[in-house]
Each structure stands twice: as C-alpha cells, then as structure tokens.
C-alpha cells in the first residue's frame, strides 16, 4: 500500500520522532491489527493500524485516511499501552 506522507512527515517527527519508513513497516507488518474505523475517529473516516516496525524496534500505531483512492499518512507514535495488549491479544 502506498501511502502519501507528503503533508504530514515532518509533523510526525517532530512531535513523535516517528520516520516515515518506521511508519510504513508498520503499516506492512503481517502480523499488524488494522481497526477500520479508528474507535477514537470523531470522523469515523480514519484507520488505526497497530504494527511492528523493524526499523524502530517498537510497535507503532498509525492514522491514515484514504481519500479519492490515496490513502494519507495522518499520524504515527509509540503504541501506547492498550494497543500494545490488543496487538499481543491478536498475536499470541
């Protein structure tokens, strides 16, 4: 899946030391959770992917959009705690 990270990757970092790369190897994880929608979306338009990311050595949760058929990078962090179990839970 390609995702445009065009508006947003410097955000990312900044706010998240999130690369774009570790958010895309998440986002490929086999193994990732996908949560389409978010729960946490107002909007119900974004999807949560909960993955590994090889790169970072961490798991990562990561927003996206897709919108026209792009999908959009919309945000990308360290999994905090309750993702982590959910991915665990999905991947014993």
Known sequence: MAVDWSKRAEYIFAKHQ???DQANEALTDPDRVVLDPDPASRSGASVRTIGYSPGRDDLL???TVEEDGTVFGLNAWTSNGRDQRLYNERNP
Do not use: P
């Open 18 to 20: 999130t690369t774009v």
């Open 61 to 63: 949760t990561v927003l």
